[in-house]
Nanobody
Framework: QVQLAESGGGSVQAGESLRLSCAVS????????MGWFRRAPGEERKVEVV?????????NYSDDVKGRFTISQDNAKKTLYLQMNNLKPEDTRLYLC????????????????WGQGTQVTVSS
């Protein structure tokens, strides 16, 4: 079973940067995707896609983070990253790492494996 564990969240001032990490273990198929999601504000049951990456390194981003966030992976370390630059107060969310180990939907919206989340808080 795929296991995911996020880290790297914290409290920062607007304009600062954070890098989130997601340690990955388990079995993936030949076609897969991973992504970073965040809780919708005031909607505990809903998540929004932030960024996604597939087995070929193709990346896609939500419009509200394009140009500021970068998703990447280190296969040797089996870790997924989200580099977040120029953070804004509206980026304050719980961020979750997720995976679809057998699919490549563009924004990885069919993810079935989830980490526990890491909190990011941005103060103005």
């Amino acid at each position: 079973q795929v296991q995911l564990a996020e880290s790297g969240g914290g409290s920062v001032q607007a304009g600062e940067s954070l890098r989130l990490s997601c340690a990955v273990s388990g079995s993936f198929g030949s076609r897969w995707c991973m992504g970073w999601f965040r809780r919708a504000p005031g909607e505990e049951r809903k998540v929004e896609v932030v960024a996604a990456i597939d087995m070929d390194g193709n990346t896609n981003y939500s419009d509200d983070v394009k140009g500021r966030f970068t998703i990447s992976q280190d296969n040797a370390k089996k870790t997924l990253y989200l580099q977040m630059n120029n953070l804004k107060p509206e980026d304050t969310r719980l961020y979750l790492c997720a995976a679809d180990p057998r699919g490549t939907e563009r924004l990885c919206r069919n993810a079935v494996n989830w980490g526990q989340g890491t909190q990011v808080t941005v103060s103005s």
